[in-house]
């Protein structure tokens, strides 16, 4: 069955709001099962409107509508519907009611403007909004089922989960069996990360591979519908599988197949994979402290305090987190870490020295059991030293730990750099972390890659 | 002239992610005097991409694509295009050496994966990408002239500014005579926002006013295309727009009759405005220190270098930000700030007493200027204290100054309560740099309103 949404509304037209609705009505349509095909957005114009319910009505089986249901005159949805469907419009005096009940709980009386929102084509049926004023309807065009909802992101969340959804599922008889697994990369451009999984929708054709760049990591997706799984080939268990001992009782089995494509794919990836679990770095680095019972402190210089922005975005990290020196400049590198003055002398201040003196100093100060710091040159300008923008020295001091090292990147913007060189330190600290915790799996550095 | 946007990716359909491009796009448009009258969303599928790309060439003179240009085999736009148009694929030679050298500069040798990125639709001519690797393109199909850019938004945006703008507006003889005003606004919600700005469309008919909620400031925009201007009616000169002396140069004047509406603005929204050039808070502040010569410390608890991240993220801010100590342990606070056990022990950390000592210990380690300081609840854990999720206590100290306040917010979210809680700290300290800078607009603390 093919499913389409339709989102209305000038602000979107005109650039001024996000359409934020869509992508939270594919979600959840593909959590159903429904993979949607086509997203159209028309501005607060009956005819534009009429004219795409019309041609959507001929190719879609569903058509999940959004905005235009509001009490003012470029709220035209309604109209536009009824107009496609040749219906008039008419009072409901279920969805009047409800929405005099709203506004009675407020304090407020009805307006005529409200009024008119209880204006809908004649043989559709009201969908109540629990927490608005506008309803919401659904009526049968051609061999569509259209569904409108409210623009308002809360109340349109709200009638979906509470009316459509079950709709939805009963009248399409909708039994989904979804398996999702997720691996976070770290240390590859999206294109190489793609290269080495190239093979796997022949390997696996039953499985969606997808993936999600959110600069410096990407999230490796394996989506399975198992509805009525039936493997068609046994080429997954071919010899590009090596050291996997092929048990006959997978062929048949959806969760054996889906684990054994995890698998595959962790195998391509290896040493680039950061998360098992698709968790982000400092949510991974939390869990290890976690699991050790240990605590966690920070210095940093070019990473300008966003390595412990993203760490204490992890609820609970208050746990494991003490300190985070952010110093910016020489001296405060000086008095707060105690790195000697004559080291910033004959290295200046993005050196691997510097680096693993800011590391000690803060793991000294906070008494912390590990201590990970940064400091480099993040541009636009050049900074007090010769070095190159893009160059950043990582030190990391722990138990029996005092290490530092230089990397470089060739981002030519500073808030890219600031988001590398925090990664690359978290990474640098959840390596040694989870050091011999992977059985089998070698693990190196990713700047050497 | 009919103006369209088309969004490929699977991403999007399967809502994994939102596609922020179209508004972007559309934004930009409108700036060029072009309002998008459709915008489509379609899978990473040839033969959907390609129909919806003839579709297209027969309504409008001018599209906008985005997305599937990347390395792997389900980017397919260039495929689409060259189909619907009837033309096979060629390799570009510009596009290729681009991107050749894009590689090379990284150390990388190109994959046959990128190489494929260079084959695009015969009869096209080629976009430069400068800070990605997928080239993109133009090319004519019956009235329309697509425009095909990487979905990165970066590379996008880059692409559009440096090339398909430039190119639109010399073919399609744009002249927009577009004065554009921003301000940026904190401590209102957005529909306080649009209440107060209620009356403008009236008084201002010709101007449009736009809205973006970037939580938690809210910029707001002031579009006025002086095309042809004529003013109608007086209306905008009436008594409502009290205190101004109508001047009747002003009444064919675009410049002054767009700077009224600018003051009229102002006026509605007064001390809620932050920055009168659409400026970030940490932006303004950042502005404000170095007209001063002057330098910044921060101390920062619940905002776990939040406020730091933010600094630092402005170009410059080396100049004027020495230090932010992220003491999110209570033994931090005394050891590297000199807060006072007895403070910690009387008051607990989230108190007006221990932020004040956290600003007044991080001014004097660092030697700062000013110092601002945050201690508070963020959540999901209710932390040591008695206090509710969502209290900040925050602390100024500087020359004479030596202050603290406490602020509660009813956000039931980690995030938005560090965002909300940085924001209000760069308030503070914002308005006290401003104070008796802006004559005739009395300002105060935001938290009273």
Chains 1, 2 share one sequence.
Not at 129 to 158: D, I
Not at 163 to 171: D, E, F, L, S, Y
Request: aromatic share 6%; glycine share 10%.
């Amino acid at each position: 069955m093919i499913a389409e949404i339709l989102s209305t509304g000038d602000e979107v037209m005109l650039g001024d709001l996000v359409d934020t609705n869509s992508a939270y009505l594919c979600d959840r349509l593909k959590q159903l099962g429904l993979v949607v095909s086509q997203i159209t957005a028309r501005g607060d114009d009956i005819e534009a409107v009429k004219e795409t319910v019309l041609e959507i009505s001929r190719r879609a089986g569903i058509c999940l509508v959004t905005g235009g249901l509001g009490p003012t005159s470029d709220d035209i949805t309604a109209q536009a519907c009824a107009r496609a469907a040749g219906q008039p419009l008419k009072m409901h005096p279920q969805a009047y009611e409800t929405m005099k009940k709203y506004f009675h709980r407020r304090g407020f009386a009805l307006t005529p403007e409200n009024e008119k929102q209880a204006m809908l084509p004649a043989a559709a049926d009201v969908l109540i909004n629990t927490c608005g004023t506008a309803p919401g309807f659904f009526f049968h065009l051609n061999q569509c089922l259209f569904f409108c909802m409210p623009g308002v992101p809360s109340e349109m969340r709200q009638m979906m989960e509470t009316q459509v959804v079950p709709h939805i599922t009963k009248v399409f008889s909708l039994t989904p069996n979804l398996h999702i697994r997720r691996l976070t990369v770290f240390g590859l451009p999206e294109s190489r990360v793609s290269a080495l999984l190239q093979e796997f929708s022949d390997l696996f054709p039953h499985i969606r591979l997808g993936f999600r760049a959110s600069f410096p990591t990407i999230e490796v997706k394996l989506v399975f519908d198992a509805t009525g799984f039936r493997p068609e080939s046994r080429k997954f268990f071919d010899s590009t599988i090596q050291g996997e001992k092929d048990l006959d009782a997978e062929e048949n089995d959806p969760r054996a197949y889906f684990e054994k494509a995890g698998r595959w794919v962790l195998r391509q990836l290896g040493k680039k994979v950061v998360s098992l679990t698709g968790l982000s770095l400092e949510a991974e680095v939390g869990l290890l402290l976690k699991q050790r019972n240990q605590t966690l402190a920070v210095a940093e210089s070019c990473t300008g305090g966003l390595i412990s922005h993203l760490i204490t975005e992890v609820p609970g990290s208050s746990d494991y987190f003490l300190l985070s020196a952010v110093t910016y400049a020489n001296a405060a590198k000086i008095k707060v870490l105690g790195v000697s003055s004559e080291t910033l002398a004959a290295h200046g201040a993005v050196h691997e020295t510097t680096a693993l003196e800011m590391a000690q100093g803060v793991r000294q100060v906070s008494g912390a059991n590990w201590a990970v710091s940064t400091t480099g040159i993040a541009g636009p300008g050049g900074g007090p030293t010769q070095k190159k923008v893009g160059t950043v020295c990582i030190g990391l001091a722990g138990p029996g730990v005092a290490d530092a090292g230089q990397y470089h990147f060739t981002f030519d913007d500073r808030s890219r750099n600031k988001k590398i060189f925090a990664a690359m330190a978290l990474e640098v600290l959840r390596r040694k972390l989870a050091e011999g915790e992977l059985k089998g799996v070698k693990r190196d550095i990713m700047g050497e890659g």
